[in-house]
């Protein structure tokens, strides 16, 4: 049989961008945790550094709503997985029609929005304590009690789904002959039903751990005053990013993979000792020296090389130094810095061409010679000479007759403004 070109190329390329998508966030995010840029970036590369997890242990506010959050998710999962395991045993215990009812009110809250859900939280334990008279300061108007009550308003409807998907396939005659053999209802539940029950309880106290870190919607508006790891993130990137965001991304995914290591080499281990005697394949003489390699699996041997792994990393960065990097980084910035400026600066402008001095007039005021302390000999003034025929002439203030005409003039009319008209007439 002939096997077409291209089958298993196209399955292939359809993983590989599937798990590009998935991981290759994160994969970013790790290397700029460990990038000195002051942005989170991969290129340009500046130096390795660690200290941006050192800014992230000084930073207070972060650290305080790291705490809370961790508060509020233990106080999610001792109130959420009782509510939702109450709620998945009394779904598998109900007729159809009934059960489709409850079912419905059970999984509304995952359809209302998490803004909704907040205000309504706010708003409705605040008329209560309203009501009851009590103060700011009691515990209905605690930010840290609001934002409880309303991630497990939805939290507890995520658990009832991963209890539903395991109970389906209890077998209840286990409980029905525990009874019979004279266990009480309490002893049944604890002894049957609970131990069948435990795999889906460690995954709905993880799924519900995590919906309450992540959580904002909900959470912005019930905790008041207060402060979570997502509310505080969301106000960094508010004002701004640097790699100690990276830093939290890096020690999240760490803390993931060592959890998940521990707990796949204990499953193993469990699955491998519960094996009954009959179906164990005894080992070929050729594999005996695997043995030792198989001893190396036990969870207490992972985890103490977890340990070491995860304290050495922890000691290496510590001891590593990077500002003499970072100090010749700086340097060379500051140089193209200083020539992008002179490359982007004006050209100066021509020398203005050399001009003899002004010379100012001798009769100026302004005069160089004024400067000295004899002064110059001023030219006597020219006598001023009246204007011929003048009413204001000097000569017309005297009471005279009037001049005879020049030979060959008709005389001058007589003017009403002449000085002799002052005379007193005749």
């Not at 999962?77 to 395991?85: D, K, T």
């Not at 700011?136 to 991963?162: C, E, N, P, R």
């Not at 980084?329 to 004006?346: D, G, S, T, V």
């Amino acid at each position: 049989m002939t096997r077409k070109t291209g089958t298993g190329l196209i399955p292939g390329l359809y993983l590989l961008l599937f798990f590009a998508y998935l991981f290759g966030p994160l994969i970013i995010m790790v290397i700029t945790a460990f990038n000195s840029s002051q942005f989170p970036r991969i290129r340009p590369w500046e130096c390795f550094t660690t200290g941006w997890f050192a800014k992230l242990a000084a930073d207070d506010k972060l650290l305080a709503g790291i705490g809370s959050s961790l508060v509020i998710g233990i106080g999610v999962i001792a109130v959420a997985i009782p509510v939702g395991l109450a709620a998945a045993i009394l779904l598998s215990q109900v007729g159809p029609r009934l059960r489709s009812a409850l079912y419905t009110i059970f999984i509304a809250p995952i359809l209302v929005p998490g803004v909704v859900i907040g205000l309504s939280t706010l708003i409705f334990w605040g008329r209560i304590a309203g009501f009851l008279g009590l103060s700011y300061k009691s515990f209905l108007y605690d930010g840290t009690f609001l934002t409880i009550l309303g991630q497990v308003t939805f939290i507890a409807a995520y658990s009832m789904l991963v209890f539903l998907s395991r109970i389906q396939r209890f077998d209840p005659t286990l409980t029905e002959a525990a009874l019979d053999m004279g266990a009480t209802p309490t002893q049944a539940f604890c002894k049957v039903l609970l131990p069948f029950m435990a795999p889906a309880i460690g995954s709905a106290t993880v799924l519900a751990f995590l919906a309450s870190l992540e959580n904002y919607n909900t959470t912005v508006f019930t905790i008041v005053s207060g402060s979570t790891f997502t509310t505080v993130l969301a106000s960094k990137v508010r004002y701004g990013l640097d790699p100690s965001i990276s830093a939290v991304a890096v020690i999240i995914i760490g803390a993931t993979l060592v959890a998940a290591i521990l707990y796949e080499s204990w499953r193993r281990d469990k699955a491998r000792r519960l094996l009954p005697a009959g179906r164990r394949v005894p080992a070929a003489p050729a594999d005996l020296w695997l043995a030792p390699v198989r001893r190396l699996t036990h969870p207490a041997f992972v985890g103490a090389m977890l340990a070491v792994v995860v304290g050495g990393s922890i000691w290496a960065g510590s001891r590593h130094d990077s500002s003499a990097c970072e100090a010749q980084i700086m340097e060379n910035k500051r140089a193209l810095q200083q020539q992008f400026m002179q490359q982007q600066a004006p050209a100066s402008p021509p020398p203005a061409a050399t001009t003899a001095p002004v010379q100012a007039p001798a009769s100026s005021v302004f005069a160089p010679s004024n400067l000295f302390s004899s002064p110059a000999p001023e030219p006597a003034p020219a006598p001023a000479q009246a204007p011929a025929n003048g009413a204001f002439a000097p000569s017309g203030l005297a009471p005279s007759s009037e001049a005879p005409a020049p030979a060959g003039q008709q005389p001058a009319p007589a003017s009403p403004f002449a000085p002799s008209n002052l005379a007193p007439s005749q």
